[in-house]
C-alpha cells in the first residue's frame, strides 16, 4: 500500500445507516490505522468507536462532502480486533441480513466499545459568570428556559439560583490550572451529580466547554493464577500429605489447573503451592480468566465414563473419515450428520476437532445454549485442555475480552459457544461444528437478524473449512439440502450399543376426557407410569412447553380474556409472585379483583402452566423430589446448570419444565418421558408449526432410556393423529420430512422459496399500514417478476409492547431474488425517512409471526 492511499480511510460505525464514513489519518497514527482496528471517531458531535474497514483511495472533490473529512481522533487496537476474513464475513452478513456494516460488526465485537468520559471546562463567559456576580447568572439570563436542564441546575442544591460553592470551587480550580475536569472527579470532589445532559445544556448555553476523552479503549483483561506440574521428580516421604495431593492432581492434569480449583480440591493453600514452587515442582502463571469454565461447572465431579476413549462404532468411523478426507484435503465441505438422540453424534463432533487440531487447524464449536449443555462443556475441557475458550453469557464484558484475545492470538485453537461465537476470530479454522442444527434460537431475534449455523456454512466455504451440521432433527431445509447433494449426508443409524429407543405411547386427551369424565391434567398412564418409576427408584422427565400457573385469564360474567394493555395476548398468572405477565413483553399487573372490562364477574384462570403442573404432580406424589425447569426458576448464573447436575446425581425424581428440559441432556437414569399437550404448538398460525412440534417430541423422548434400562414415553395429544405427533411417536424423521415437504411444497414455503419479512411498527395503526403500503407498492412498481411482495397485512401478533404490527412477505424461488429485493427495500425504507427502528427487516424468518 503506497502512502498516498494511506492517509484516509473508511470507517464503520455501529449506527444504522447503511454506509460508511470517511476519516483523515493524522501522519502519527499512519501505522496504526490498519483495516479490522477499531478507532475512535468524531461523529455527530460525539465520539464513537468504529472499524476501519479499509483505505479511501478516491481524491476528494470540492463537491464531496468527503472534503471536508474529520481525523480519526485515536486508534484503539495495537493488533486489528478483525482480520481480513472477518471483515469480509461481517460484511457478507450485513449486506445479506439487511443491516449496516457497524451494527454487524457490533455484534460480532461483543462489548468492545471504547469507555468514554465527559470532561468539562469554563468558558470565559463561564468563568465571569461564577465570579463576583455568580447568583445573577439563573435569574437574569433571559435565555434561560425553565425546561432547559442547565438552568435547573443553577437551582439547584440548597442555594437557589446559584451554582453550588462545592461546584463552583472545583470548576474554577480547574481552570486557573487550564485543564478539564472529568464529571466522575467533580462527583467526588463537589459531591455533586453533574448530568452529562446538563454539562451539555450549559455548553450550548456558553457557560462550559465540553469534550469526551477515552476512558479505557476496551473492557479490561481479568487473569488468573494457573498451576502447571514441572519435570522435576518429588524426593521421597519428605512431603506433607497436602502437597502430595497438589502434585497428584496435577500429574493429571498435564495442562495446568486453575489455582483456586486446585485449592478447593486438594485442601493445599497458598502457602503449599509457594513451597512447591520453590522447589521448582511447580509453575504459576497467569492466564485469562474466561478460559475457566462456569464455577458451577468447574467444581462439578465429572462422570467416569464420559473421559473414557472409546472405540469408535462402524458408522461413526465412516462418518469420521469422510470430515478427515476433506479437512486434510483443505476443502470446503458440509455435512449433515444425522442419528437419533444417543447414535454418537457429539463423540463424533469431538473426534473432528481433534482432527482439525492434529493438522494444525482450529476449530468452531457451536450449541444452541452453554448453559444447557454442562456435560459437553466438560468433556471438551478435559480433552481440549487451556486450548479451549468457552464464550457463555455468564462472562463479564472483559473475560469476554479476554477470551477473544486468546483466540485471537491463537493460544485458543477451539472455541465452544452459542450464536455469537461464529464471529470468534479463531486461526486456521478447519472446522464448525453446528450442534443441534435445527435449533431456532441459532436465528438471533433481534436486529441484527442473522442465522449463527447459516454463517457458519458461509464463513467454512470462505475458509476452505468443514461444517458439520448435526442433528436427530434436522430442520426441513437442511435436510432437502443433503437430499440435493448440498451437504454430503452422514447418517448413524440407531443407538450406541443397541439401546432401544423409548416405546412410545400416544394419549388421545378428547378419549381420556370422555371415558373419566374428569379434565385432569396428567392422563391415567402417565400418572401410573409416574408412580411406577418412583417405586423403582428412577427417573422421569414431563414436558410442559407452557412456563406460569395458568394459560389464559377470563372473566367469568363476559368472557372477556385479560390482555396485556401493550401486546395483543392474553396475560399468564404467576402465582407464586402473584401477578399475571405477558410472555412477550415481560410487563406484569397486579392480579385484579373483578373483571377489567365489565367491571363485574370473578376471574377464571384456565389451562395448565409449569407452575400448576408443579402443584399437581407434587401432590399427586408428596414424597418425589420434584424439581420445575423454566424461564422462571432459571434465572441468573449457573442455576440451570446446578440443576441439570442435581438430575444428574439422582438428586431429583421427577423434573418438570418448558422445552429446556428437551435438550442435549443425557441423564443415565430417566426411563419415562411424559408429555403434556404434546400437540400445543400446532395451535400457533406460522408454517413451521409441524417442524417445531415434531422436533420438541423427538428430541424429548430421545431423553428417555439412553442406557441399558429401556425408555418410555407418554404422549398426551388432542391432535394425536396429526403426521407432525404420529411421526415422532413412532421415531420416524424420514417419513415426517416426505409429508412436511409436500406441505410446504405445495404452499411455497422454504425450502421450495425464500422469504424476508418486513414488520412495520407504529404505535399508530394506520401509520404503520400506510408505510407498508407505500414501500409494498414502490417495490411492486419496480415490477420484479422473480418475487412475489406479499401484503401489507396485520401480523399475526398485531401488538406487541404497544406497537403495531404490519408486515410485508416477500417470496421468491431463488435467494437471490430475494436478497435483490431486500436491497430495494432497504434503500426504499432508507429513502421514506423511516425510522431505524419502524422497521424489522428478516431474512429467512423462523417464524411469521
Ligand atoms: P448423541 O450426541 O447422538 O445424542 P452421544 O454422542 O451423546 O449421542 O452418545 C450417546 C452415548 O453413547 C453417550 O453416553 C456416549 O458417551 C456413548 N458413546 C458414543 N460413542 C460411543 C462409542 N463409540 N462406544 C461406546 N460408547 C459411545
Ligand atoms: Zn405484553
Redesign the pocket.
Known amino acids: 500500500m503506497d502512502g498516498l492511499t494511506r492517509d484516509r480511510v473508511r470507517v464503520a460505525v455501529p449506527g444504522p445507516l447503511r454506509r460508511l464514513w470517511s476519516y483523515s489519518v493524522p501522519s502519527g497514527l499512519r501505522d496504526a490505522c490498519r483495516p479490522g482496528t477499531r478507532v475512535l471517531v468524531p461523529f455527530g458531535g460525539r465520539k464513537v468507536t468504529g472499524v476501519v474497514v479499509g483505505f479511501d483511495s478516491e481524491a476528494p472533490t470540492e463537491s464531496d462532502p468527503a472534503y471536508t473529512i474529520k481525523p480519526v481522533e485515536r486508534v484503539l487496537d495495537e493488533v486489528p480486533a478483525l482480520d481480513t476474513e472477518l471483515l469480509e464475513l461481517t460484511r457478507w452478513a450485513a449486506e445479506y441480513y439487511g443491516a449496516s456494516w457497524g451494527e454487524m460488526i457490533r455484534t460480532a465485537l461483543p462489548g468492545q466499545q471504547a469507555t468514554l468520559r465527559l470532561e468539562v471546562a469554563l468558558t470565559v463567559a463561564g468563568r465571569q459568570a461564577l465570579g463576583p456576580g455568580v447568583e445573577a447568572i439563573s435569574a437574569n439570563d433571559t435565555r434561560t428556559g425553565s425546561q432547559d436542564e442547565g438552568g435547573d441546575l443553577f437551582a439547584a442544591a440548597g442555594r437557589r439560583d446559584s451554582v453550588p460553592e462545592a461546584l463552583a470551587a472545583v470548576l474554577l480550580a480547574a481552570g486557573s490550572e487550564g485543564r478539564f475536569v472529568a464529571l466522575g472527579e467533580i462527583r467526588r470532589r463537589a459531591r455533586f451529580e453533574l448530568a452529562p445532559d446538563r454539562a451539555r445544556a450549559l455548553a450550548r448555553r456558553g457557560y462550559l466547554a465540553v469534550r469526551q476523552a477515552v476512558d479505557r479503549p476496551g473492557p479490561e483483561a481479568r487473569e488468573e493464577a494457573w498451576v502447571v506440574r514441572l519435570p522435576g521428580e518429588a524426593e521421597p516421604g519428605a512431603r506433607g500429605s497436602r502437597q502430595k495431593a497438589v502434585l497428584a492432581a496435577l500429574d493429571a492434569a498435564p495442562d495446568g489447573l486453575a489455582a483456586a480449583a486446585l485449592r478447593q480440591a486438594t485442601g493445599g493453600d497458598a502457602a503449599t503451592l509457594r513451597s512447591l514452587e520453590r522447589r521448582g515442582l511447580i509453575r504459576m502463571e497467569k492466564r485469562a480468566a474466561a478460559l475457566r469454565l462456569p464455577p458451577s461447572l468447574e467444581s462439578a465431579t465429572t462422570l467416569a465414563?464420559?473421559a473414557l476413549p472409546?472405540?469408535?462404532?462402524a458408522p461413526?468411523s465412516e462418518a469420521l473419515a469422510a470430515v478427515d478426507e476433506a479437512l486434510a484435503a483443505r476443502r470446503f465441505e458440509s455435512f449433515l450428520l444425522f442419528?437419533v438422540?444417543?447414535?454418537?453424534?457429539?463423540?463424533v463432533y469431538l473426534r473432528a476437532v481433534e482432527a482439525a487440531l492434529k493438522i494444525g487447524r482450529g476449530a468452531l464449536y457451536l450449541v444452541p445454549e452453554i448453559g444447557l449443555t454442562p456435560l459437553l462443556a466438560r468433556q471438551m475441557r478435559d480433552r481440549f485442555g487451556p486450548t479451549l475458550a468457552l464464550f457463555h453469557s455468564g462472562l463479564t464484558e472483559g473475560e469476554r475480552q479476554d477470551a477473544w484475545r486468546e483466540v485471537r492470538e491463537g493460544r485458543v485453537r477451539v472455541v465452544l459457544g452459542a450464536r455469537s461465537a461464529v464471529f470468534a476470530p479463531v486461526r486456521d479454522l478447519g472446522l464448525v461444528v453446528v450442534d443441534e442444527e435445527h435449533d431456532t434460537s441459532y436465528k438471533q431475534d433481534e436486529h441484527p437478524r442473522y442465522s449463527g449455523r447459516d454463517l457458519a456454512i458461509v464463513r467454512a466455504r470462505g475458509q476452505g473449512a468443514v461444517a458439520l451440521l448435526g442433528s436427530a432433527t434436522p430442520s426441513v431445509e437442511s435436510w432437502s439440502r443433503a437430499r440435493s447433494g448440498k451437504h454430503r449426508l452422514l447418517p448413524l443409524p440407531g443407538r450406541?450399543?443397541g439401546a432401544a429407543l423409548p416405546r412410545v405411547l400416544r394419549v388421545d386427551m378428547r378419549r381420556e376426557f370422555q371415558e373419566t369424565g374428569r379434565d385432569e391434567v396428567l392422563s391415567r398412564p402417565l400418572r401410573a407410569a409416574l408412580e411406577d418409576r418412583l417405586g423403582k427408584g428412577e427417573q422421569s422427565l414431563v414436558l410442559l412447553n407452557r412456563r406460569g400457573f395458568s394459560t389464559f385469564a377470563m372473566c367469568r360474567a363476559c368472557g372477556k380474556p385479560i390482555e396485556c394493555r401493550s401486546c395483543s395476548i392474553g396475560l399468564t398468572l404467576h402465582r407464586r409472585e402473584n401477578r399475571l405477565r405477558c410472555h412477550y413483553c415481560n410487563a406484569s399487573e397486579r392480579v385484579p379483583a373483578d373483571c377489567p372490562s365489565c367491571g363485574g364477574g370473578p376471574i377464571h384462570f384456565g389451562g395448565t402452566g409449569t407452575e400448576r403442573l408443579e402443584e399437581t404432580v407434587t401432590s399427586l406424589f408428596p414424597r418425589a423430589r420434584v424439581a420445575r425447569m423454566d424461564r422462571d426458576t432459571v434465572r441468573g448464573r449457573g442455576v440451570a446448570e446446578r440443576l441439570l447436575l442435581r438430575v444428574e446425581r439422582g438428586e431429583v425424581d421427577i423434573l418438570l419444565g418448558t422445552q429446556m428440559i428437551a435438550k442435549?441432556h443425557?441423564f443415565p437414569n430417566v426411563t419415562l418421558v411424559g408429555v403434556v399437550a404434546g400437540d400445543a404448538l400446532l395451535g400457533f398460525p406460522d408454517f413451521r408449526a409441524g417442524e417445531r412440534t415434531f422436533q420438541l417430541l423427538a428430541q424429548v423422548a430421545g431423553r428417555s432410556g439412553?442406557r441399558a434400562t429401556p425408555g418410555e414415553v407418554i404422549v398426551q395429544a388432542f391432535d394425536p393423529d396429526h403426521h407432525a405427533v404420529r411421526a415422532a411417536c413412532n421415531h420416524d424423521y424420514e417419513g415426517f420430512a416426505r409429508e412436511e415437504l409436500r406441505y410446504r411444497r405445495n404452499l411455497h414455503y422454504p425450502p421450495y422459496s425464500a422469504l424476508a419479512l418486513l414488520v412495520f411498527r407504529d404505535a399508530d395503526f394506520d401509520r404503520a399500514r400506510e408505510a407498508a403500503g407505500r414501500i409494498a407498492a414502490g417495490m411492486r412498481s419496480a415490477g420484479q417478476s422473480d418475487v412475489q411482495v406479499l401484503g401489507p397485512a396485520p401480523a399475526p401478533l398485531e401488538r406487541l409492547r404497544g406497537q403495531w404490527r404490519v408486515q410485508v412477505l416477500i417470496k421468491g424461488a431463488q435467494r437471490a431474488a430475494v436478497q435483490a429485493a431486500v436491497q430495494d427495500a432497504t434503500a426504499r425504507i432508507e429513502a421514506a425517512g423511516l425510522r431505524p427502528d419502524a422497521v424489522a427487516i428478516d431474512v429467512d424468518p423462523v417464524s411469521t409471526l
Open positions: 465414563e464420559t472409546r472405540v469408535l462404532t461413526q442419528g438422540t444417543g447414535s454418537g453424534k457429539t463423540e450406541v450399543g442435549g443425557d439412553r
